[in-house]
Each structure stands twice: as structure tokens, then as C-alpha cells.
């Protein structure tokens, strides 16, 4: 049950502390007055998304704080429980707007989420607004509220159809990529047979451009290393070396060690110089080639290239598009099967989702009775005990909803056909039609704080007197907060405020006022009379309470 609101700064509000019991809660005023700003107000702090400039011009920040009491059990207890927080027997909800559009929220003083304010609205507040009638009103709704009054789940039927339809879109596309790939078969058994053939390895198209660039170079540098080789010989540099060499071997003894160091040195010279040799001798060697080696070098190189051109990938990257080659001749291979096993897993959920549907069909139709029987029972105490609602089902092409097209159907004189509640019910009696249906929609939730935002719109007199009669019986069991213009509704409340405008220094304020005996009388009267207050109307106003 929510027992207060108090607002700071917020559109026309400075500040404001109200008090709701239970029972039924009448809210009246001018048009224009703010009453509006309140629903507004209490939207923002259950998390309601709406209109985004709600801080009070002039203003740093708009606060608003709700609390309720909590009953044992209610399901705002397992909310709290399943987010963290202390159970507790009242709920303190406070939501702050700074002047930049930053929006904080706190339960029972602790930050949460405006998510988690969203999912305790649901089970505090059920506001029935001016423009509910669009959805009321319209058929492709209805099959939501009929789930909705009957609590079905429909959540199987969706994720059934979604199945169904991604193993159709599988089956599509591999339908596709399989008639594809069997176009190009001769050109993938093609393509892979060269490859095979040729057998190209990574790395090899470098390797092979060396060894090529080398023998080339051969020919011209190999007669060069020749005559360095010759040059080093017996028959050149070493020659003269190793006659040094002896020559002063045989001359050091008589030298008194004076030509130790330079037979020393001329050791080393002949040694770096085999070292020399050896090196000029491994490059002769290497340098030999077979012409017929170069042509045959030369040949797979630009073999490998030519077929690396030819399907445009670099030719160390041939490997691997032979293995893509292989796997879309594996998936032809394997591409009959699988569309042999979507098939059958299409089929099979086609099959799941005929069943669900069908089941759910069924329950519609049982929750279909209910609802009727209960709109009967919503429907004499509104004046309406000639009338009859009736839920339509018809079978409709197959959807996530289901199988099901389901139309509200009102027939409002006896023996008067039956049509669609948008097409056959009046002004009046389409705002009783639609209470009725709130009501029924709204009564399996239990603990909940209604609020009826001028559900009496177009009805006056005994109807209007008929329809604050329902909402008071409403209540008798709850809590219901109505805002409202006409008087025969306002008369029925058990607790009454007036909402009003006021310019004080300049500046518009909106103030709500508790009304005690006589200035309701006065309040129901102006709704009676207008402006001018006569005796009249205040008689009347007495006669309504």
C-alpha cells in the first residue's frame, strides 16, 4: 500500500508531503492545476520512463520519495530478497534528478538500479492512464492482455517458433551454398588436381629464386674465383710462402733468433692462407651446376608462380588454399547429408512448436470463458447489466504468439449483434467497458495500489454515480487512488485533496490540500456549479456525500 509521497522541486512542486491511506483516494482540480505533475512525480521515482525536464526551474535537483507498506508475502519481498537487500515491512523509495539529467536511485537508503525500480512498480502500482485505451482498444493487443489475465506463459511458444525458423534460415542458406558448390565441383577437382601435381611447399618460391639468382651469378663471378684460386696455389701465393718459409728456417739458426718473429709470422700467413683456399675451393664447388639444373629450377619456380597468379594468392599461401579447396569438396560431399538432417530437425520442430501452439490455444480459450464470466460480474455494477463481452478466437496464420487472432466483442442492448469494442461501444459506455476490463485484468495481483487517471470520461449522472460506487467497492478490499472531474465519482471517496495553482512573488506553484467535510463540500460543489458557488450546488454537493 503506498502511504505517502513527498517531492521537492519538481516542474511546479517546491514541496509537498502527502499522506495516502487505504480505501478509495480522490484527487480533483482544474484542468491545468498539476495533477498531471503528480502521476508524473510518482512515475519518476518508481522508475517510470517520461518526460526528462521534471527539476523545477531555477532548481539544482528534484527529489522524489515514495513509501509503502509491505504485507507478508508480498512479492516486492522477493525482489529485494533476490537483489541483495534486507526484507523489510516498509519500502522507502527515493529517486533524485539533477538540473544536468543525471538520475540516482535508492531502496531503503541503499543506490540501486532504475531496472530494480522498474520491477518493484510492477508489483506496488498499476496506473490506468488516459491513453491505456489505445492498447484496449485495439485487436492486435488483444491476445497480450487475454495471456496477461490468464498468467499464460507464451515464452515456449516464441523460443519454439524461433527454432523453427533458424533451422529454416539453415536449411536455406545451405541449400544454397550447396547448388553453389556443385556448380564449381569440376573447377574445385581442377584446381585441386594442379596443386597435387605440383605439390608447392611453404617457402619453397624463395628458396627456389635464391638457388636461380645464384647460378646465374655463377657464370659471371666463377672465372674471377679462378684465378684467385690459382693465384693462392703452389703455383702463386703459397708457393712463394712455403719457399720463404724454408728459406728462412734454414738461415734462423745463424740469425742469433733475430728471425724468430718473422717465421712466426709468416707460419700464421700460411695458415690463414690454407684457411683462404678452402673457402675460395667451397665456392668453386658450389658454383658448379648442370645447365640443365638452372632450366629445371627456373621451370617450377615460375610454375609455382604462374599457378599462384592464376587463383590470386601468393605462392607460399598455394598450401592453404589447397586446403580450402578440399574443404568445399568435403562440403559437397557432406552437404547432402546435412540438408537431409535441417530437413528432419526443421520438421521436428515444426512438430514442437504445432504442439505448443495448439496447447496454448487451448488454454486461451479456457482463459477466454473466465474472462467473460468475470467481465459479467464488472459489468451490472456499472449499469451495463444488459451488455455482454465476449472474447472472439479465430485461427490465424502461425506466428511467435501462436495460432490464435483474439478480438474483445461487445454486444450493449439485448438482441443488438455483437461487434468489436471499438466499433459498437459509445463514449460512455466504452469508458465502463474499458473500467470493467482494468479491473479484471488487475484483480489476480494482489497487495497493489491502483490508480485511475479520469476513467470516468464521458459519463455524467446515475452512470458517473455507478462508476464511483465501483471503484469505492474496488477499494473496500485495497488501495485506489482516482483522479477525476466528475462529482458523483469525487463523492464516493473516502479520503479527498484538491489539487490547485497559485503565483506567489511571480512564480506558478502547484499545492495539493487535504479536504475535510466542508471544503469538500465546497470542492464537489464547484465541480457541480463551476466558479460560482451557489446554495444550490452546495446542497447538491451535500446530498452526493
Known amino acids: 500500500m503506498l502511504r505517502g509521497i513527498h517531492i521537492t522541486d519538481m516542474l511546479l512542486i517546491d514541496r ?169 565441383q569440376e573447377y574445385l577437382v581442377h584446381s585441386l588436381d594442379e596443386i597435387n601435381q605440383l605439390a608447392p611447399e611453404t617457402g619453397e618460391d624463395k628458396a627456389l629464386d635464391v638457388k636461380r639468382r645464384l647460378m646465374q651469378a655463377s657464370i659471371k663471378i666463377r672465372e674471377d674465383i679462378k684465378k684467385v684460386s690459382k693465384n693462392l696455389s703452389l703455383d702463386g701465393a703459397e708457393g712463394l710462402l712455403n719457399d720463404a718459409s724454408r728459406w728462412l728456417e734454414g738461415v734462423s739458426g745463424q740469425a742469433e733468433g733475430r728471425l724468430d718473429i718473422a717465421i712466426s709470422a709468416l707460419s700464421r700467413a700460411i695458415s690463414e692462407l690454407s684457411t683462404s683456399q678452402q673457402g675460395v675451393e667451397s665456392c668453386l664447388s658450389s658454383l658448379d651446376f648442370d645447365p640443365l639444373e638452372l632450366e629445371q629450377t627456373e621451370e617450377r619456380l615460375f610454375s609455382i608462380r604462374a599457378l599462384a597468379r592464376k587463383h590470386s594468392v601468393l605462392p607460399d599461401d598455394l598450401a592453404l588454399f589447397k586446403q580450402e579447396l578440399s574443404r568445399k569438396l568435403k562440403g559437397i560431399e557432406l552437404g547432402a547429408d546435412k540438408i537431409i538432417s535441417l530437413e528432419q530437425q526443421l520438421f521436428q520442430a515444426k512438430v514442437d512448436y504445432d504442439k505448443l501452439a495448439s496447447d496454448l490455444s487451448v488454454s486461451r480459450k479456457k482463459s477466454a470463458k473466465e474472462l467473460e464470466y468475470s467481465m459479467a460480474k464488472e459489468l451490472a455494477p456499472l449499469k451495463l447489466e444488459q451488455a455482454i463481452f465476449t472474447t472472439n478466437l479465430e485461427v490465424a496464420n502461425a506466428s511467435s504468439d501462436g495460432i490464435d487472432t483474439v478480438t474483445f466483442m461487445v454486444s450493449t442492448n439485448p438482441g443488438a449483434p455483437a461487434g468489436p469494442i471499438n466499433k459498437i461501444a459509445s463514449g460512455g459506455e466504452l469508458s465502463r467497458f474499458l473500467l470493467a476490463l482494468k479491473v479484471c485484468l488487475t484483480n489476480k495481483t494482489q497487495g497493489i495500489t491502483m490508480i485511475f487517471d479520469e476513467i470516468d470520461r464521458g459519463v455524467g449522472g446515475a452512470t458517473a454515480d455507478a462508476v464511483g460506487q465501483r471503484l469505492s467497492d474496488i477499494a473496500a478490499s485495497g488501495q485506489v487512488l482516482v483522479v477525476t472531474h466528475s462529482p458523483q465519482v469525487a463523492a464516493k471517496g473516502a479520503h479527498h485533496w484538491r489539487v490547485q495553482k497559485s503565483v506567489l512573488k511571480g512564480e506558478t506553484f502547484t499545492t495539493v490540500v487535504e479536504l475535510d467535510t466542508e471544503a469538500r463540500i465546497n470542492e464537489i460543489a464547484r465541480m457541480l456549479a463551476g466558479d460560482i458557488i451557489t446554495p444550490e450546488a452546495r446542497a447538491a454537493a451535500q446530498a452526493l456525500l
Open 16 to 184: 509537498l508531503d502527502l499522506k495516502f491511506q487505504s480505501g478509495l483516494n480522490v484527487l480533483t482540480g482544474e484542468t491545468g492545476a498539476g495533477k498531471s505533475i503528480l502521476l508524473d512525480s510518482l512515475g519518476f521515482v518508481l522508475g517510470w520512463r517520461g518526460r526528462a525536464d521534471l527539476v523545477r526551474s531555477g532548481a539544482t535537483q528534484g527529489v522524489v520519495t515514495a513509501w509503502f507498506d509491505l504485507s507478508i508475502g508480498h512479492p516486492a519481498r522477493i525482489i529485494l530478497v533476490e537483489a541483495g537487500f534486507p526484507e523489510a515491512d516498509e519500502l522507502i523509495l527515493r529517486r533524485t534528478n539533477a538540473s544536468d539529467g543525471r538520475k540516482t536511485a535508492y531502496v531503503n537508503d541503499r543506490r540501486c538500479s532504475g531496472e530494480m525500480l522498474r520491477q518493484l512498480s510492477d508489483v506496488l502500482v498499476e496506473l490506468h492512464g488516459q491513453h491505456d485505451d489505445i492498447g484496449l482498444l485495439n485487436p492486435r493487443k488483444h491476445c497480450d492482455l487475454l495471456d496477461e489475465f490468464g498468467s499464460l506463459d507464451t515464452s515456449n511458444v516464441r523460443n519454439a517458433w524461433k527454432a523453427y525458423h533458424l533451422f529454416k534460415k539453415q536449411l536455406e542458406e545451405t541449400k544454397i551454398e550447396f547448388t553453389a558448390a556443385q556448380k564449381n
